[in-house]
């Protein structure tokens, strides 16, 4: 309910200079919001979006570990970046953990699915920032921006070759809400597309869709120009792009890398780097990360580095907040099926 001077009096709301109110009612929150947040922005942002979604809810947010502590005991619909054990074996009534990440491996699943609690997360949310940061890495070496830059930075005006993407092959590993963002954003360009996925039988919005096993994955990356890895961390991904497949890949093309670092075997990288096995590598995640200051991959010119920043975009908490909204909804209405239910 709001107070005669505007302010909103719920549990978790915060007042005009930004303070968090955690005072307890008798009534306990329909959604709790935990306090960590992401990408430099406060989670006071997150929270304030999903009551602009949710009027008729009240959304408290749990500010200092005590309150979360607290205020987890009674929660049934729990939304977060993390959640660990300790935290998790306070929560008594706990049904839905909305994971504000895409990725979910941080969680305690196997205790999460021993407690029958149904997990979502946050796929989506970065389709659209993502799949720029990867056009522009293409864009970027197809005409050499790097080569541009550097020669500025020395004013030295002496022309240099370039590349045109036209006509080129782009293979993009993994086919989920990022994968198909990039394809989508590929389409104008006149690419030839060759998509990876763990069914290919599914079909995809590329080319052509192939599995990640035997004759037709190496083959892909024989073709290809610029490899795409936008996939999760598996058994299956770990370590996918390796010395044979560096082997494989034409010299001429590039690795853009927005998955997780251990896609890619740093060690292999680095010699295919040295050798002239590839032309270059945009690297928005390492392996290790952070990347040591002592680590050669700093200092290849044909490589660029960002530090796992793709996925920052100002429009993160409202996108998340559709998602978690429409499932506190579904949840309120006693439906079975959530958006991006995870299996556990």
Request: aromatic share 6%.
């Amino acid at each position: 309910m709001n107070s005669s001077d505007g302010r909103d009096d719920r549990p978790g709301s915060t007042d005009e200079g930004g303070r968090t109110d955690e005072t307890t009612t008798e009534t306990e929150p329909d959604v709790l919001v935990l306090r960590k947040g992401t990408h430099g922005v406060p989670v006071e942002q997150y929270a304030g979006a999903l009551r602009d979604r949710l009027p008729d809810h009240t959304v408290s947010l749990a500010r200092t570990p005590a309150a979360e502590r607290e205020a987890i005991r009674s929660a049934a619909f729990v939304t977060g970046m993390m959640l660990d054990s300790d935290l998790l074996d306070r929560a008594e009534d706990l049904d839905v953990f909305a994971c504000a990440y895409a990725g979910t491996g941080h969680l305690p699943l196997d205790e999460l699915s021993e407690r029958g609690v149904t997990v979502t997360n946050a796929s989506g949310v970065h389709g659209p920032n993502i799949a720029e940061h990867v056009l522009g890495a293409i864009l970027g070496f197809t005409r050499r921006f790097h080569v541009g830059a550097r020669r500025q930075r020395r004013r030295e005006w002496r022309h240099y070759k370039a590349h045109e993407l036209q006509g080129s092959t782009v293979t993009v590993v993994g086919l989920g809400a990022i994968g198909q963002a990039v394809c989508d954003r590929l389409d104008p360009f006149g690419v030839e597309t060759i998509g990876v996925r763990y069914s290919p039988e599914k079909g995809g919005p590329t080319d052509e869709v192939v599995g990640f096993e035997g004759d037709a994955f190496d083959d892909a990356l024989a073709r290809t120009d610029y490899l795409v890895l936008a996939c999760p961390l598996t058994e299956t991904t770990r370590g996918l792009i390796g010395t044979e497949e560096l082997v494989t890949i034409d010299p001429e093309a590039v690795l853009v890398n927005i998955a997780r670092g251990p896609v890619v075997d740093t060690d292999a990288l680095v010699s295919a780097l040295r050798s002239g096995a590839i032309r270059g590598a945009s690297l928005d995640v390492t392996d290790p990360e952070p990347l040591p200051e002592d680590h050669p991959l700093w200092t290849f010119d044909n490589v660029q580095l960002t530090p796992h920043n793709a996925g920052h975009t100002p429009a993160y908490y409202d996108r998340l907040a559709d998602i978690v909204a429409e499932n506190v909804r579904r949840y309120t209405a006693g439906r079975d099926e959530l958006v991006n239910q995870v299996s556990l």
